[in-house]
């Protein structure tokens, strides 16, 4: 039974990374926002003046907790740290998220980045703590993400580490329904078949996109 598991999470991860951006569009409020999958990260909302990008990380096996050297943490950060190097991203207006059904650690620099904390995050001992995690660890998975943070100067790590979010204990992709039928219960009496129906589109388009024979999806279509 484990190794069945074993082998439908990372099948499970990602459809629930499309469930979740079909989520997500669905609740803008900007009808002209766009929706891309795998470009600029796992799942990327565009407005005229940002662009949030969205790591999600599904864990079914077990529950996981994220630590200081957390290998969903760092290659989040390695995605990242290379877009705002080669100025794909920039930290100035766009907002970077880690969607994760695993728990922050309490006092770990996960926990430290969590939602809500913005106001009160010191953003220099969070960023000392990267670094001694990214120089001390003999971890070689994470050994390009090390790397790629070490490599943005201090004004980038500092803009990075303000604008990260942290969701941890997040819904699952069960929730992730739930929560869009909540959206849509005000259009249709048989709100299970609306929601079946725009699934099952937005799959479609989503497939489309991935093969790059259409472009983003817009918060209007959906």
Do not use: C
């Not at 877009?83 to 695993?102: E, Y």
């Not at 003999?138 to 050994?143: E, I």
């Not at 100067?153 to 329904?177: C, H, R, W």
């Amino acid at each position: 039974m484990e190794s069945i598991f074993s082998a439908s999470e990372p099948s499970l991860g990602y459809l629930y990374q499309l469930r979740y951006g079909l989520m997500l569009i669905l609740s803008e409020k900007n009808e002209d926002s766009k929706l891309l999958l795998e470009q600029l990260d796992d799942i990327s909302i565009e407005t005229p003046s940002s662009i949030s990008v969205y790591q999600t990380k599904l864990h079914i096996n077990s529950v996981a907790n994220l630590t200081n050297a957390s290998t969903d943490l760092w290659k989040t950060i390695r995605v990242w740290s290379e877009a705002i190097k080669t100025g794909t991203l920039d930290p100035d207006n766009d907002s970077f998220n880690l969607i994760t059904t695993a728990t922050a650690s309490v006092d770990s620099i996960p926990y430290k980045i969590k939602q809500g904390s913005h106001a009160t995050r010191n953003v220099e001992e969070i960023i000392f703590e990267l670094i001694n995690v990214a120089t001390t660890s003999v971890s070689v998975t994470n050994k390009a993400a090390y790397a790629a943070f070490l490599n943005l100067d201090s004004e980038q790590q500092k803009k990075l580490i303000k604008k990260i979010t942290v969701i941890d204990a997040s819904i699952d992709i069960n929730a992730a329904k739930e929560m869009i039928l909540h959206e849509i219960r005000h259009y249709s009496i048989n709100k299970e078949a609306l929601y079946e129906r725009l699934e099952g589109w937005f799959m479609g388009q989503a497939i489309l996109q991935l093969q790059g024979i259409r472009d983003a999806i817009i918060a209007k279509e959906v």
